[in-house]
């Protein structure tokens, strides 16, 4: 650290790419570095970012003593080991999801958090979307009501994709499916039941043993809410969605049928003087604020795609599509890097990561036992 500023490195530029900007503008990053096996592919965003540093490799950005933190956006099966070596070396880790694919895996980076005493982050894009914000309002104002039930979903077809993700269970990805359910439960899952759905061509189960396509499955949270959940990663035509549906006594929530829809809000009219069966309802289609102005100025402008008007953050949302995954980045750049500052646990921090990976890593589990109920442990 260097006058209350932090050094950072991104490791891996794939879908990392995106957060080079975010990181290299963010006002309490004093330096800035990025790594990435293909050389080439860091020597291109190098010739954007004149002041960023290039890294080779992990190995010399952990015996590099100037770094304070590391955001990690290599592949799955890396994600663990990677994040252990990290807070092992005294570095702050943020990693992309999923944390693991094992609960071992898991009790890991458990353990090199505590012994580091460093701080580990998930960077879970749906829990900063503009759909989450809204409908996290909508809960805590009140209006919805009492939250009756909650519903996920990530549908995508991941085929050509790299190739560790040939057939990998669905819920070993399930993250986007069950973080916002976690998140707005205000509880954590105890118990999980799931089922497999379909079947997988058998070359894409040669790597993960993996006979579904699909995994559904139903959560219990600790504080007796229930939800329900879908994974759908292989032969299975639907549009992409990472999806979120929230049921409350007054109002729900419910997303498009896309992933770029707007979502719909009904209203149940608990006054009405009831005539027929049933309270009358009223469903509008409603418009995502951006969710900028928490964030320091500079980066406002990561919070929309397309064209930034500085003068009014709002309506540049309006008039271009939304930032990558729903104006998300920036907020998780800057939730990990203030938590450091102030020294505090991020929100998304090892024990909700936990939450969050294990609840996927379970729901395989039942699915392969025909859809017995599986205890997630309590990091
Ligand atoms: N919404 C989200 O949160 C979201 C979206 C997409 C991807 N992801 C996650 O991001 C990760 C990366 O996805 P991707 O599509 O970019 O994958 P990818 O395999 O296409 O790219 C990974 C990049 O990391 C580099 N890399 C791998 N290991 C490295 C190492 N040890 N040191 C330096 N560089 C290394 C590779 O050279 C490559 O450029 C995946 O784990 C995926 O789960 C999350």
């Known amino acids: 650290m260097k006058n209350g500023k932090m050094k950072a490195v991104l490791v891996g530029l794939g879908f990392g790419g995106a957060f080079v900007p975010i990181w290299n503008d963010h006002p309490d990053v004093y330096a800035f570095g990025i790594c990435d096996l293909d050389a080439g592919r860091a020597e291109e965003f190098a010739k954007n ?18 770094v304070d933190a ?11 080991g990677q994040t252990v070596a990290v807070l092992n070396a005294g570095k702050h880790c943020a990693c992309t999801v999923p944390m693991a694919t094992s609960l071992e895996d898991i009790r890991a980076i458990f353990q090199a958090v ?3 005493g460093k701080k580990y982050m998930m960077m879970e894009t749906t829990l900063y979307t503009y759909q989450y914000f809204y409908v996290k309002q909508m809960l805590e104002s009140g209006e919805m009501g009492k939250l009756q039930f909650m519903r996920g979903s990530h549908y995508q077809d991941m085929e050509n994709w790299p190739r560790y993700w040939n057939g990998l269970p669905p819920f070993w990805y399930g993250t986007h499916a069950i973080a916002p359910l976690i998140g707005l439960s205000g509880s954590r899952v105890d118990r999980v039941s799931c089922l497999g759905s379909g079947t997988m061509r058998t070359d894409l189960m040669k790597t993960y043993g993996n006979p579904f396509p699909v995994e559904t499955a139903h959560l219990h949270f600790a504080n007796g809410l229930a939800a329900e959940t879908t994974r759908s990663l292989f032969e299975t035509a639907r549009i992409y969605k990472e999806g979120l549906a929230v049921f409350g006594s007054h109002k729900s929530f419910e997303w498009g049928f ?24 009223r469903c509008e289609v409603v418009e995502m604020p951006n969710y900028y102005s928490d964030l320091p100025e500079a980066l406002w402008k990561y919070t929309v795609g397309g064209q930034y008007d500085a003068t009014n953050p709002q309506e540049s949302l309006k008039k271009g599509a939304g930032a990558g995954h729903h104006g998300s980045h920036s907020h998780l750049v800057n939730e990990f890097v203030r938590s450091i500052i102030d020294d505090r646990k991020p929100w998304i921090d090892e024990v909700f990561a936990a939450n969050i990976t294990a609840a996927g890593i379970c729901a395989h589990e039942s699915a392969l036992r025909d859809g017995e109920w599986v205890t997630v442990p309590e990091f």
């Open 114 to 116: 505590r012994k580091s």
């Open 258 to 281: 896309a992933d770029w829809d707007n979502p719909i809000v009904t209203t149940l009219d608990n006054d009405a003087e009831v005539a027929g069966r049933g309270l009358p309802t």
């Open 70 to 80: 590391v955001h990690l956006v290599t592949c799955i099966p890396d994600h663990a």
């Open 49 to 66: 970012y004149p002041d960023v540093q290039i890294y080779r490799d992990l190995d010399m950005v952990l015996s590099d003593e100037s």
